[in-house]
Protein backbone atom coordinates (compact mmCIF):
# COMPACT_ATOMS: atom_id res chain seq x y z
CA UNK A 1 0.00 0.00 0.00
CA UNK A 2 1.49 3.86 -0.92
CA UNK A 3 0.44 6.57 0.76
CA UNK A 4 0.25 10.11 -1.54
CA UNK A 5 0.20 13.56 0.03
CA UNK A 6 -3.40 14.12 -1.19
CA UNK A 7 -4.86 10.97 1.05
CA UNK A 8 -5.25 8.93 -1.55
CA UNK A 9 -4.69 5.37 -0.58
CA UNK A 10 -3.20 2.25 -2.93
CA UNK A 11 -3.77 -1.06 -2.92
CA UNK A 12 -2.60 -3.58 -5.58
CA UNK A 13 -4.81 -6.76 -6.31
CA UNK A 14 -1.54 -9.20 -7.37
CA UNK A 15 -2.94 -11.78 -10.22
CA UNK A 16 -0.06 -11.54 -12.40
CA UNK A 17 -1.14 -9.88 -16.07
CA UNK A 18 -4.30 -9.55 -14.48
CA UNK A 19 -3.05 -7.17 -11.51
CA UNK A 20 -5.11 -4.37 -10.75
CA UNK A 21 -4.78 -0.96 -8.19
CA UNK A 22 -7.89 0.13 -5.87
CA UNK A 23 -7.53 3.87 -5.27
CA UNK A 24 -9.40 5.05 -2.39
CA UNK A 25 -9.88 8.14 -0.65
CA UNK A 26 -11.94 11.34 -0.88
CA UNK A 27 -13.00 13.44 -3.93
CA UNK A 28 -11.28 10.64 -6.63
CA UNK A 29 -14.31 11.72 -8.95
CA UNK A 30 -12.59 14.32 -10.09
CA UNK A 31 -8.83 12.64 -10.44
CA UNK A 32 -10.74 9.63 -12.04
CA UNK A 33 -9.76 10.67 -16.04
CA UNK A 34 -6.03 11.01 -14.79
CA UNK A 35 -6.15 7.49 -12.65
CA UNK A 36 -7.56 6.03 -16.11
CA UNK A 37 -5.38 7.34 -18.11
CA UNK A 38 -1.95 7.04 -16.20
CA UNK A 39 -2.89 2.77 -16.67
CA UNK A 40 -4.95 2.63 -19.64
CA UNK A 41 -3.61 5.68 -21.50
CA UNK A 42 -6.39 8.12 -23.19
CA UNK A 43 -8.84 5.96 -24.52
CA UNK A 44 -12.66 6.02 -25.47
CA UNK A 45 -14.79 5.51 -22.27
CA UNK A 46 -18.56 4.46 -21.88
CA UNK A 47 -19.95 5.33 -18.73
CA UNK A 48 -22.29 3.14 -17.65
CA UNK A 49 -24.96 4.56 -14.61
CA UNK A 50 -27.96 4.06 -12.75
CA UNK A 51 -31.39 6.62 -12.58
CA UNK A 52 -29.96 7.89 -8.99
CA UNK A 53 -26.11 8.24 -9.46
CA UNK A 54 -26.25 9.49 -12.72
CA UNK A 55 -27.99 12.61 -12.15
CA UNK A 56 -25.44 13.09 -8.83
CA UNK A 57 -22.02 12.09 -10.70
CA UNK A 58 -22.26 11.40 -13.87
CA UNK A 59 -21.20 14.97 -15.44
CA UNK A 60 -18.06 15.58 -12.63
CA UNK A 61 -16.69 11.88 -13.83
CA UNK A 62 -17.66 13.01 -17.77
CA UNK A 63 -15.73 15.94 -17.26
CA UNK A 64 -12.75 14.39 -15.33
CA UNK A 65 -12.83 11.73 -18.41
CA UNK A 66 -12.39 14.58 -20.74
CA UNK A 67 -9.88 17.13 -19.17
CA UNK A 68 -7.54 13.46 -18.85
CA UNK A 69 -8.01 13.12 -22.66
CA UNK A 70 -10.61 10.62 -22.89
CA UNK A 71 -14.07 10.47 -25.41
CA UNK A 72 -16.91 8.79 -24.90
CA UNK A 73 -20.57 8.73 -23.27
CA UNK A 74 -22.70 7.77 -20.39
CA UNK A 75 -25.56 5.42 -20.19
CA UNK A 76 -28.37 5.38 -18.06
CA UNK A 77 -29.97 2.40 -16.69
CA UNK A 78 -32.80 2.32 -14.33
CA UNK A 79 -31.71 2.12 -10.69
CA UNK A 80 -32.68 -1.17 -9.05
CA UNK A 81 -32.02 -5.14 -8.80
CA UNK A 82 -34.33 -5.79 -11.83
CA UNK A 83 -31.56 -4.55 -13.94
CA UNK A 84 -29.31 -6.98 -13.19
CA UNK A 85 -31.21 -9.25 -15.95
CA UNK A 86 -31.02 -10.59 -19.15
CA UNK A 87 -33.62 -8.27 -20.69
CA UNK A 88 -31.36 -5.33 -19.51
CA UNK A 89 -27.84 -7.09 -20.67
CA UNK A 90 -29.24 -7.59 -24.17
CA UNK A 91 -30.16 -4.07 -24.18
CA UNK A 92 -27.18 -2.68 -23.11
CA UNK A 93 -25.22 -4.74 -25.32
CA UNK A 94 -26.86 -3.30 -27.91
CA UNK A 95 -26.97 -0.08 -27.11
CA UNK A 96 -23.25 -0.57 -26.78
CA UNK A 97 -22.65 -2.34 -30.31
CA UNK A 98 -25.24 0.12 -32.09
CA UNK A 99 -22.43 2.91 -31.61
CA UNK A 100 -20.10 0.99 -32.52
CA UNK A 101 -18.26 -0.51 -29.84
CA UNK A 102 -14.93 -1.35 -30.05
CA UNK A 103 -12.49 -3.79 -28.58
CA UNK A 104 -9.98 -0.95 -27.22
CA UNK A 105 -13.49 0.86 -25.77
CA UNK A 106 -13.33 1.35 -21.88
CA UNK A 107 -16.12 0.54 -19.63
CA UNK A 108 -16.52 2.52 -16.28
CA UNK A 109 -19.38 1.34 -14.01
CA UNK A 110 -20.42 4.33 -11.80
CA UNK A 111 -22.82 3.31 -9.41
CA UNK A 112 -23.11 0.57 -6.80
CA UNK A 113 -23.07 -3.33 -6.26
CA UNK A 114 -26.22 -3.35 -9.47
CA UNK A 115 -24.17 -1.35 -11.72
CA UNK A 116 -20.73 -2.93 -11.13
CA UNK A 117 -21.82 -6.43 -11.38
CA UNK A 118 -24.31 -6.03 -14.83
CA UNK A 119 -21.34 -3.55 -16.67
CA UNK A 120 -18.50 -6.30 -15.10
CA UNK A 121 -20.30 -9.12 -16.62
CA UNK A 122 -20.79 -6.64 -19.83
CA UNK A 123 -17.68 -6.11 -20.24
CA UNK A 124 -16.65 -9.71 -20.43
CA UNK A 125 -19.06 -10.82 -23.13
CA UNK A 126 -18.76 -7.88 -25.14
CA UNK A 127 -17.03 -8.49 -28.17
CA UNK A 128 -15.40 -11.43 -26.37
CA UNK A 129 -14.06 -8.87 -23.31
CA UNK A 130 -13.50 -5.61 -23.20
CA UNK A 131 -11.49 -3.64 -20.20
CA UNK A 132 -13.62 -2.30 -17.82
CA UNK A 133 -13.05 -0.12 -14.38
CA UNK A 134 -15.25 0.31 -11.39
CA UNK A 135 -15.80 3.27 -9.35
CA UNK A 136 -18.26 2.10 -6.44
CA UNK A 137 -20.53 4.23 -4.86
CA UNK A 138 -22.14 2.30 -2.05
CA UNK A 139 -20.11 1.04 0.66
CA UNK A 140 -20.93 -2.18 0.20
CA UNK A 141 -19.55 -2.09 -3.49
CA UNK A 142 -16.21 -0.26 -2.12
CA UNK A 143 -15.62 -2.97 0.12
CA UNK A 144 -16.72 -5.85 -1.59
CA UNK A 145 -18.32 -6.35 -4.77
CA UNK A 146 -16.09 -4.09 -6.82
CA UNK A 147 -13.23 -5.98 -5.72
CA UNK A 148 -12.38 -9.60 -6.79
CA UNK A 149 -14.06 -9.72 -10.28
CA UNK A 150 -16.89 -11.38 -9.98
CA UNK A 151 -19.34 -10.41 -12.38
CA UNK A 152 -23.26 -12.07 -12.53
CA UNK A 153 -26.56 -11.18 -13.03
CA UNK A 154 -29.92 -12.56 -11.60
CA UNK A 155 -31.63 -15.93 -13.21
CA UNK A 156 -35.27 -16.43 -12.29
CA UNK A 157 -34.21 -19.41 -10.58
CA UNK A 158 -31.35 -17.50 -7.87
CA UNK A 159 -29.80 -14.51 -7.82
CA UNK A 160 -26.12 -14.20 -9.79
CA UNK A 161 -26.25 -17.28 -11.16
CA UNK A 162 -24.91 -16.25 -14.50
CA UNK A 163 -21.80 -14.74 -14.62
CA UNK A 164 -18.14 -14.85 -14.99
CA UNK A 165 -15.01 -14.39 -12.84
CA UNK A 166 -13.72 -11.05 -14.80
CA UNK A 167 -11.36 -8.62 -13.25
CA UNK A 168 -11.26 -4.90 -13.47
CA UNK A 169 -8.13 -2.88 -14.44
CA UNK A 170 -8.67 -0.31 -11.94
CA UNK A 171 -10.94 0.05 -9.01
CA UNK A 172 -11.48 4.50 -8.15
CA UNK A 173 -13.62 4.45 -4.51
CA UNK A 174 -14.29 7.64 -3.39
CA UNK A 175 -15.45 7.95 -0.45
CA UNK A 176 -17.29 11.17 -0.89
CA UNK A 177 -19.33 9.55 -2.89
CA UNK A 178 -20.84 7.78 0.54
CA UNK A 179 -22.62 11.13 1.40
CA UNK A 180 -25.40 10.77 -0.57
CA UNK A 181 -25.94 6.94 0.13
CA UNK A 182 -29.14 6.49 1.86
CA UNK A 183 -27.90 5.74 5.32
CA UNK A 184 -29.72 2.63 5.68
CA UNK A 185 -27.57 1.48 2.18
CA UNK A 186 -24.75 2.95 4.03
CA UNK A 187 -25.11 1.12 7.50
CA UNK A 188 -25.85 -2.40 5.32
CA UNK A 189 -22.46 -1.68 4.09
CA UNK A 190 -20.70 -1.56 7.62
CA UNK A 191 -21.74 -5.02 7.96
CA UNK A 192 -19.79 -6.19 5.20
CA UNK A 193 -17.00 -4.07 6.29
CA UNK A 194 -17.34 -5.70 9.77
CA UNK A 195 -17.48 -9.31 8.30
CA UNK A 196 -13.47 -8.53 7.29
CA UNK A 197 -12.57 -8.20 11.34
CA UNK A 198 -14.80 -10.94 12.10
CA UNK A 199 -13.21 -13.17 9.35
CA UNK A 200 -9.81 -12.65 10.01
CA UNK A 201 -8.80 -9.67 11.90
CA UNK A 202 -9.52 -9.23 15.56
CA UNK A 203 -7.55 -6.23 15.74
CA UNK A 204 -9.91 -4.42 13.09
CA UNK A 205 -12.57 -5.66 14.57
CA UNK A 206 -11.54 -3.62 17.91
CA UNK A 207 -11.24 -1.03 16.06
CA UNK A 208 -14.32 -0.49 14.59
CA UNK A 209 -15.92 -1.09 17.49
CA UNK A 210 -13.80 2.02 18.83
CA UNK A 211 -14.40 4.33 15.81
CA UNK A 212 -16.75 2.57 13.52
CA UNK A 213 -19.57 4.68 14.05
CA UNK A 214 -17.10 7.50 12.47
CA UNK A 215 -17.10 5.40 9.23
CA UNK A 216 -21.37 5.69 9.37
CA UNK A 217 -21.10 9.62 10.15
CA UNK A 218 -18.77 10.08 7.16
CA UNK A 219 -15.65 10.98 8.52
CA UNK A 220 -13.52 10.76 5.63
CA UNK A 221 -10.13 9.23 7.46
CA UNK A 222 -12.00 6.96 9.39
CA UNK A 223 -13.93 5.51 5.88
CA UNK A 224 -10.86 5.38 4.30
CA UNK A 225 -9.40 3.25 6.64
CA UNK A 226 -12.14 0.88 6.85
CA UNK A 227 -12.17 0.65 3.00
CA UNK A 228 -8.35 0.11 2.50
CA UNK A 229 -8.65 -2.46 5.29
CA UNK A 230 -11.34 -4.87 3.64
CA UNK A 231 -9.67 -4.07 0.73
CA UNK A 232 -6.20 -5.28 1.74
CA UNK A 233 -7.95 -8.21 3.37
CA UNK A 234 -9.89 -9.51 0.02
CA UNK A 235 -7.39 -8.44 -2.46
CA UNK A 236 -5.09 -10.59 -0.15
CA UNK A 237 -7.74 -13.86 -0.36
CA UNK A 238 -8.76 -13.38 -4.07
CA UNK A 239 -4.85 -13.37 -4.57
CA UNK A 240 -4.76 -16.48 -3.51
CA UNK A 241 -8.01 -18.43 -4.54
CA UNK A 242 -9.07 -16.20 -6.80
CA UNK A 243 -11.80 -18.44 -8.29
CA UNK A 244 -13.25 -19.69 -4.75
CA UNK A 245 -11.83 -22.94 -4.46
CA UNK A 246 -10.85 -23.00 -1.14
CA UNK A 247 -9.78 -19.55 0.95
CA UNK A 248 -12.38 -17.34 -0.64
CA UNK A 249 -15.19 -18.81 0.74
CA UNK A 250 -14.38 -16.99 3.97
CA UNK A 251 -15.79 -14.49 2.55
CA UNK A 252 -19.33 -16.16 2.65
CA UNK A 253 -19.50 -15.81 6.28
CA UNK A 254 -22.96 -15.32 6.91
CA UNK A 255 -23.79 -15.24 3.94
CA UNK A 256 -25.33 -19.42 3.82
CA UNK A 257 -28.05 -17.48 6.49
CA UNK A 258 -28.49 -14.44 4.58
CA UNK A 259 -29.16 -15.99 1.63
CA UNK A 260 -31.85 -18.03 3.05
CA UNK A 261 -33.35 -15.06 4.74
CA UNK A 262 -32.87 -13.12 1.70
CA UNK A 263 -35.06 -15.79 -0.13
CA UNK A 264 -37.69 -15.62 2.39
CA UNK A 265 -37.87 -11.80 2.26
CA UNK A 266 -37.96 -11.38 -1.64
CA UNK A 267 -33.95 -9.75 -1.29
CA UNK A 268 -35.94 -6.42 -1.45
CA UNK A 269 -36.20 -3.62 0.81
CA UNK A 270 -37.47 -5.55 3.56
CA UNK A 271 -34.03 -6.80 4.10
CA UNK A 272 -31.13 -5.50 2.26
CA UNK A 273 -28.53 -7.71 1.90
CA UNK A 274 -25.84 -6.31 4.28
CA UNK A 275 -28.70 -6.47 6.52
CA UNK A 276 -28.99 -9.75 5.74
CA UNK A 277 -25.47 -10.34 6.24
CA UNK A 278 -25.48 -8.59 10.20
CA UNK A 279 -28.26 -11.02 11.00
CA UNK A 280 -26.56 -14.10 8.67
CA UNK A 281 -22.73 -13.44 11.17
CA UNK A 282 -24.73 -13.56 14.65
CA UNK A 283 -26.34 -16.46 13.73
CA UNK A 284 -22.62 -18.22 12.16
CA UNK A 285 -21.53 -16.97 15.97
CA UNK A 286 -24.50 -18.74 17.49
CA UNK A 287 -23.53 -21.52 15.90
CA UNK A 288 -20.40 -21.98 16.51
CA UNK A 289 -20.72 -21.24 20.32
CA UNK A 290 -23.61 -24.05 20.25
CA UNK A 291 -21.18 -26.31 18.81
CA UNK A 292 -18.66 -25.75 21.63
CA UNK A 293 -16.40 -24.22 19.01
CA UNK A 294 -16.36 -20.48 19.89
CA UNK A 295 -16.44 -18.56 23.36
CA UNK A 296 -20.01 -17.21 23.88
CA UNK A 297 -18.46 -13.89 24.72
CA UNK A 298 -17.38 -13.28 21.26
CA UNK A 299 -20.60 -13.81 19.61
CA UNK A 300 -22.08 -11.27 22.21
CA UNK A 301 -19.51 -8.66 21.28
CA UNK A 302 -20.78 -9.18 17.69
CA UNK A 303 -24.06 -8.34 19.10
CA UNK A 304 -23.38 -6.10 21.01
CA UNK A 305 -21.77 -3.70 17.91
CA UNK A 306 -24.55 -4.29 15.44
CA UNK A 307 -26.71 -3.03 18.23
CA UNK A 308 -24.66 -0.53 18.93
CA UNK A 309 -24.62 1.08 15.02
CA UNK A 310 -28.09 0.23 14.44
CA UNK A 311 -27.57 -3.23 12.57
CA UNK A 312 -30.46 -5.92 12.66
CA UNK A 313 -29.56 -9.07 14.73
CA UNK A 314 -32.36 -10.58 14.84
CA UNK A 315 -35.02 -11.61 12.07
CA UNK A 316 -38.09 -8.91 10.73
CA UNK A 317 -41.21 -9.76 10.45
CA UNK A 318 -42.15 -12.86 8.05
CA UNK A 319 -43.85 -10.77 4.80
CA UNK A 320 -46.30 -13.55 4.85
CA UNK A 321 -46.66 -16.07 7.99
CA UNK A 322 -44.08 -17.24 9.95
CA UNK A 323 -40.57 -18.27 9.51
CA UNK A 324 -40.27 -21.86 9.16
CA UNK A 325 -37.08 -23.46 9.87
CA UNK A 326 -37.32 -26.37 7.03
CA UNK A 327 -37.92 -23.62 4.58
CA UNK A 328 -34.82 -22.29 5.68
CA UNK A 329 -33.13 -25.06 5.33
CA UNK A 330 -34.35 -25.91 1.69
CA UNK A 331 -32.88 -22.46 0.67
CA UNK A 332 -29.72 -23.39 2.20
CA UNK A 333 -29.25 -26.46 0.26
CA UNK A 334 -30.58 -24.64 -3.09
CA UNK A 335 -27.23 -21.86 -2.33
CA UNK A 336 -24.53 -21.75 -5.19
CA UNK A 337 -21.84 -23.08 -2.48
CA UNK A 338 -23.66 -26.31 -1.97
CA UNK A 339 -21.18 -29.45 -2.59
CA UNK A 340 -21.90 -32.99 -3.44
CA UNK A 341 -25.36 -32.00 -1.31
CA UNK A 342 -23.43 -30.68 1.80
CA UNK A 343 -24.49 -27.46 2.54
CA UNK A 344 -20.98 -25.06 3.20
CA UNK A 345 -20.78 -23.11 6.52
CA UNK A 346 -18.02 -20.54 7.07
CA UNK A 347 -17.87 -20.92 11.68
CA UNK A 348 -15.81 -19.37 13.92
CA UNK A 349 -13.23 -20.24 17.13
CA UNK A 350 -13.67 -16.53 18.14
CA UNK A 351 -13.43 -13.06 16.54
CA UNK A 352 -11.31 -13.16 13.52
CA UNK A 353 -10.83 -16.88 12.83
CA UNK A 354 -13.10 -17.98 10.41
CA UNK A 355 -13.01 -21.56 9.18
CA UNK A 356 -14.85 -23.39 6.45
CA UNK A 357 -16.83 -26.71 6.91
CA UNK A 358 -19.46 -28.79 5.79
CA UNK A 359 -19.88 -30.73 8.66
CA UNK A 360 -22.63 -28.96 10.25
CA UNK A 361 -25.35 -31.84 11.32
CA UNK A 362 -29.18 -30.66 10.46
CA UNK A 363 -29.74 -31.27 13.84
CA UNK A 364 -27.85 -28.49 15.01
CA UNK A 365 -29.31 -26.11 12.25
CA UNK A 366 -32.66 -26.78 13.40
CA UNK A 367 -32.12 -25.99 16.73
CA UNK A 368 -30.64 -22.47 16.03
CA UNK A 369 -33.62 -21.96 13.13
CA UNK A 370 -36.29 -22.70 15.78
CA UNK A 371 -35.48 -20.77 18.36
CA UNK A 372 -35.37 -17.69 15.46
CA UNK A 373 -38.71 -18.54 14.57
CA UNK A 374 -39.68 -17.74 18.07
CA UNK A 375 -37.53 -15.00 18.13
CA UNK A 376 -39.34 -12.94 15.56
P1 LIG B 1 -25.23 -2.40 -3.58
O1 LIG B 1 -25.53 -3.72 -4.25
O2 LIG B 1 -23.83 -2.01 -3.70
O3 LIG B 1 -25.85 -2.23 -2.26
P2 LIG B 1 -27.10 -1.00 -5.41
O4 LIG B 1 -26.54 -0.87 -6.76
O5 LIG B 1 -28.22 -1.93 -5.15
O6 LIG B 1 -25.88 -1.29 -4.48
O7 LIG B 1 -27.45 0.44 -4.84
C1 LIG B 1 -28.28 0.65 -3.74
C2 LIG B 1 -29.15 1.87 -4.00
O8 LIG B 1 -28.40 3.07 -3.75
C3 LIG B 1 -29.64 2.01 -5.43
O9 LIG B 1 -30.93 2.57 -5.39
C4 LIG B 1 -28.64 2.98 -6.05
O10 LIG B 1 -29.19 3.66 -7.13
C5 LIG B 1 -28.36 3.90 -4.90
N1 LIG B 1 -27.03 4.53 -4.87
C6 LIG B 1 -25.85 3.95 -5.13
N2 LIG B 1 -24.84 4.78 -4.86
C7 LIG B 1 -25.39 5.93 -4.44
C8 LIG B 1 -24.85 7.19 -4.00
N3 LIG B 1 -23.55 7.38 -3.91
N4 LIG B 1 -25.73 8.15 -3.67
C9 LIG B 1 -27.06 7.94 -3.74
N5 LIG B 1 -27.62 6.79 -4.09
C10 LIG B 1 -26.80 5.78 -4.45
ZN1 LIG C 1 -22.35 -10.00 0.66
Known amino acids: MSQNPDSTQTITVDLGPRSYDIAIGPDLLDNAGAL ?31 QAGHTGRTIQIDAGEQSKSFVYLESLLNDLLQDGLERGTVLVALGGGVIGDLTGFTASIALRGVEFVQIPTTLLAQVDSSVGGKTAINSPHG ?101 ALEAETGFGDLLLHGEAVSIGMVLAFDLSVALGLCPAEDATRVRDHFKAVGLPIHVPVHPNGNWNTQILIDHMGRDKKVQAGRTTFILVRGIGEAFVTNEVEEAELVRLLDTLAKAA
Open 36 to 66: IAERLGERHVVIITDSNVGPIYAERLENSLA
Open 159 to 259: KNLVGTFYQPRLVIADTNTLKTLPPRELAAGYAETVKYGLLGDPEFFGWLEADGAKVLEGDPTAQTRAIVRACEMKAEIVNQDERETGRRALLNLGHTFAH
